[in-house]
């Protein structure tokens, strides 16, 4: 493991655009190269708050802190630049676009990367996206499909797959990509999501989820657990196992005796 | 299709067609609209004298009408239709060949892509240069189907009596004020005749351009596709930018004979400070069919609303129209259908979208008659605003007489979303890229329907046009 992190993330503070009160209340996390780390919490714990704070959803504003990527600090840069420089977010809800047929919005989005005067060539374009197609056992016709407009929850989900198969991202923040997905679909997208991490060992993911489930297709180095903008505890997979045996409680009864002792301290 | 080019790649970040070529006209007519006028213009085309009392008619109904006073605002216009010259021409004759076309005149066919359509053998580039034909060819093969495809003027010269028998048929000058201006003043366009039972593969196609600064075009367009036909006729129009107000009324008349197909594109992009008022009106017969796909952009006000008469049992119209509207523009459009006889179908599906302070309205009237039983209708019309000060409004006019009948209207308003943005960006495309690939996923259902290179032409001046949408 290399000594600097390629995520670091330092008392980081956000809240909604024109609300008061913060969501993230203080995170402190590190992901070195290569690692696969999972955060669990409840509903309203706000892991995913933190993606899209990370990926620089306008709808959320830094209060306080640091976010440190590849020695950058990123915070200041609009979204198209995070992603341009290695940030990848695999959405909850990934959003329709009518009328844009998933190639031509894949070619769009690798076409903003090259230089000014650079044209992408659209022949290894094609390869390239029926390669990925085929590993993620895709139909190719799936590539003409307007992006997301009328597609399963299944399908949305492995679009995003798909998409960060192609955009080849360092950094990979996956937001629930469990959420509405059946078993068959769970597996797909898990085994999808290993094939990249096994071709690129120094991929880096953070993984949201609600459940242990999906930490049993997708293995984890390290497991965070969330709870009222913070992480309140960090281990191993084991930490995962805990939880779904035991459920959040441990950690919402520890987080009332911390702050009734603070109380008592101030 | 290369749809991935931004603005800057294009080049297109400033009016891709500001540019002037400097010619003399043959002969200019004198500024506004009078009887001297109307007897010059004839007198240069050396017309029959049935003509010429038309055009001397139409001129007193176009005197006798009030200027219009719903749709945009016309409030300016008599000012600017008392400073503008109602008739150019260009050159005495009609170019038969490439090579005799002058100069300065080629070198602006040249800027708008003309000669390239030439070599893709585009077959028939009717190429309107101020107010006439200059340049105009015609696949061989056409000729020997029979098929006539001319200016209006050679139709009038060459076919005096299928001119005479269609001519002002469908839109008589009395249909309203510009209509009648028109039929008074009209000077250039087409004149389309396709044979019984003939079948073009290739479109026929028309680039017309306004030069002469403060002219007015008048084009005349009369079509007749004969029985069990079928054609396509493309229209393509665009001018340079000047500083004083333009003006453009043509009058599109397509007779659609029973079993034919018939299909009218136009795009245009006229200079923002062009007053756009077309009259487009299809007579479509028995088990015939009409299609009108008319993308409007730039102008400073476009009144056009391109109308299906279905006139015979079995008759099918269809309009698909799409309209961009930036700063301080108004696109007035949408479409009409009348259905007159039984068993009868059509749908209207039109999209606008409106940028900056920009105005898309959508007009279209359903009028179904007694009579026209089992007639359906289906009408669907889609607005997108970019900006908070973009504006949409729709007046659907639908008027029923018959109670067998199936009208369906249908109308979304959208506006391009936060999180349709964010997302394209955190994919790395800037929100500038962001927009213009919401903007073309949003007009592809009709851009679709275009020849490969009008759905690349559209796709880029949209991209021109959504420049500096962003902030």
Redesign the interface.
């Known amino acids: 493991m290399s000594d600097t992190p390629i995520l670091s993330i330092r008392d980081l503070t956000a809240k909604v655009a024109d609300e008061d009160i913060d969501i993230l209340k203080g995170v402190d996390l590190d992901l070195f190269k290569g690692e696969i780390h999972a955060i669990m919490g409840p509903n309203g714990s706000g892991k995913s708050t933190l993606t899209k704070v990370l990926?620089?959803?306008?709808?959320y504003e830094v209060t306080g802190g640091t976010v440190t990527f590849r020695g950058e600090e990123i915070l200041e840069m609009?979204?198209?630049e995070?992603?341009?420089a290695g940030v990848?977010?695999a959405?909850q809800y990934?959003?329709?676009?009518?009328?844009?047929s998933i190639a031509?919005?894949l070619?769009?989005?690798?076409?903003?990367?090259l230089d000014?005067?650079d044209e992408?060539d659209l022949f290894d374009f094609q390869d390239d996206l029926m390669a990925r197609m085929e590993m993620l056992e895709m139909d190719p016709t799936f590539a003409e499909r307007?992006v997301n407009d009328g597609f399963s929850g299944g399908e949305k989900k492995r679009n995003e797959i798909l998409?960060m198969a192609m955009?080849r991202p360092t950094l990979a923040l996956m937001d629930e990509t469990d959420s509405g997905l059946d078993i068959d679909a769970l597996q797909v997208v898990s085994k999808g999501v290993n094939r990249l991490h096994e071709e690129n060992p120094e991929l880096t993911i953070l993984i949201i989820t609600h459940y242990q489930r999906l930490l049993n297709y997708i293995k984890p180095d390290r497991v965070h657990v969330m709870l009222d903008g913070r992480i309140v505890r960090s281990g191993g997979p084991e930490v995962a196992l805990a939880l779904e045996a035991g459920g959040y409680e441990e950690y919402r009864v520890a987080d009332a005796a911390e702050a009734a002792e603070a109380a008592r301290g101030s | 299709m290369p749809q991935n080019d931004t603005i800057q790649d294009l080049g297109l970040d400033e009016y891709k067609y500001h540019f002037i070529t400097e010619d003399e006209p043959v002969f200019r007519s004198g500024r506004g609209l009078n009887e001297k006028v109307v007897r010059e213009i004839s007198a240069q085309k050396g017309e029959p004298e049935w003509m010429l009392q038309s055009r001397l008619k139409a001129l007193e109904i176009y005197n006798a009408k009030p200027m219009p006073t719903w749709g945009g605002d016309l409030s300016k216009l008599e000012e600017v239709l008392d400073q503008i010259y109602f008739y150019v021409r260009p050159q005495e004759k009609m170019e038969r060949s490439w090579d005799d076309v002058p100069v300065n005149i080629k070198e602006t066919f040249e800027r708008l892509g003309i000669p390239e359509a030439e070599q893709k053998v585009l077959a028939g580039v009717g190429a309107q240069y101020e107010s006439e034909m200059v340049y105009h060819s015609l696949k061989k093969e056409w000729d020997d189907k029979g098929v006539i495809f001319d200016s209006i003027e050679d139709g009038l010269r060459n076919h005096p009596e299928l001119f005479r028998e269609y001519f002002g048929k469908v839109i008589p000058a009395a249909d309203n004020k510009f209509s009648a201006m028109n039929a008074a003043v009209w000077s250039g366009g087409s004149f389309v005749y396709i044979p019984k039972g003939v079948e073009l593969d290739t479109p026929l196609q028309a680039y017309f351009r306004v030069n002469q600064e403060q002219m007015g075009q008048f084009e005349r367009t009369l079509i007749i596709a004969d029985e069990g036909s079928k054609a396509h006729y493309i229209e393509g129009c665009t001018a340079p930018v000047y500083s004083t107000e333009s003006f453009h009324s043509g009058v599109i008349e397509i007779i659609v004979k029973p079993g034919a197909h018939f299909r009218y594109t136009t795009i245009q992009n006229w200079s923002t400070n062009m007053y756009n008022l077309v009259t487009q009106r299809a007579m479509v017969h028995e088990n015939a069919t009409m299609e009108w796909l008319d993308g409007n952009l730039g102008s400073k006000l476009t009144m056009k609303y391109p109308s299906c008469v279905l006139v015979g049992e079995g008759a099918h119209g269809s309009i698909l129209s799409i309209a961009y509207s930036g700063d301080g523009q108004h696109q007035d459009t949408g479409g009409k259908v009348i259905h007159a006889a039984p068993n009868t179908t059509s749908s209207i599906i039109s999209k606008s979208i409106s940028k900056g302070t920009g105005r898309s309205t959508y007009r279209g009237l359903c009028q179904v008659h007694e009579g026209a039983v089992n007639a359906k209708s289906n009408v669907e019309c889609d607005a997108l605003l970019i900006n908070e000060t973009s504006r949409t409004d729709t007046y659907p006019y639908i008027e029923i007489e018959e109670k067998k009948s199936n009208i369906g209207h249908e109308a979304t308003v959208s506006k391009v979303g936060d999180e349709q943005l964010f997302y394209l960006m955190s994919r790395g495309m800037s929100e500038e890229e962001a927009m213009a690939l919401i903007v073309r996923g949003f007009i592809e259902p009709i851009a679709k329907l275009l020849p490969l290179e009008y759905a690349v032409e559209l796709n880029r001046l949209i991209e021109l046009e959504m420049e500096g949408s962003v902030g």
């Open positions: 990926a620089g959803h306008p709808g609009e979204p198209d995070r992603s341009q990848f977010l959405f990934p959003v329709e676009i009518p009328g844009v031509n919005f070619r769009t989005a690798l076409q903003a990367r000014e005067g992408l307007p998409q955009l």
